[in-house]
């Protein structure tokens, strides 16, 4: 079992929809949890993190976090084609090992007009 | 630019041959870590630094690795006698060690290196 799994994509969605993006982890250690975007060819790009149970709002991005569940998740609303993407879901630790992440493999997000 | 750079940001190299990559992370930072990403998967973390102490690698990184954080500034990664397993993007990033919110790890471009 891979320690950060992403919801199997590709997930397409049209202009203007709220786009879902989910994620579990495996290891109960983790205690943060970063979502980045990755443009094809290019780095991953940071959108949001979240430690705490519940949900940040950012613009048009939420990120929510259920440690009982083992659950991360990222909500885009009014998504436009610009968001097209793949998103990467990543855990980590705070502390020691901070900034040493896992990633999941990975959602590509398709925002057709 | 600010931020984390890395060069070259390809390299095409011969099965066998040695090569070393460059990252020069964001200047306050003082963490740097190496993660390598294939196609289609998400990046895989390989080592990182603490100024100049490399604190953690990854079973990943086989003997034929090596990096480098001299003077806890810029950072170099080589990989000797390269295989075609190891044709991947080599992606850096940067971040302060204190951990908390708004020290979160900044990638470079990447090295995309290719083995023929």
């Known amino acids: 079992q891979k320690e950060v799994e992403q919801n199997s994509g590709p997930l397409s969605v049209p202009e203007g929809a709220i786009a879902s993006l989910n994620c579990t982890y495996s290891d109960r250690g983790s205690q943060s949890f970063f979502w980045y975007r990755q443009y094809s060819g290019k780095s991953p790009e940071l959108i949001m993190f979240?430690?705490?149970?519940g949900d940040k709002e950012d613009g048009r991005f939420t990120a929510q976090l259920n440690k009982a569940s083992q659950y991360v998740s990222l909500l885009i609303r009014d998504s436009q084609p610009s968001d097209s993407a793949t998103y990467l879901c990543a855990g980590g630790l705070r502390g020691t090992s901070y900034g040493k992440l896992t990633f999941g493999q990975g959602t590509i997000l398709t925002v057709h007009p | 630019d600010t931020g984390v750079s890395q060069n070259p940001r390809h390299k095409i190299t011969k099965r066998g041959q040695n090569v070393t990559f460059r990252c020069d992370p964001i200047s306050e930072h003082n963490r740097l870590y190496w993660y390598r990403q294939t196609l289609g998967q998400g990046p895989e973390f390989l080592t990182y630094f603490q100024n100049e102490a490399q604190l953690e690698k990854s079973r990943l990184l086989s003997d034929r690795f090596s990096a480098e954080r001299p003077k806890g500034s810029f950072s170099t990664l080589e990989i000797q006698r390269t295989e075609q397993g190891d044709s991947a993007m080599y992606l850096c990033?940067?971040?302060?060690?204190?951990?908390?919110?708004?020290?979160?790890?900044?990638f470079g471009q990447g090295t995309r290196l290719t083995v023929v």
């Open positions: 979240i430690y705490s149970n």
């Open positions: 990033a940067s971040s302060l060690s204190t951990g908390g919110a708004g020290t979160e790890a900044f």
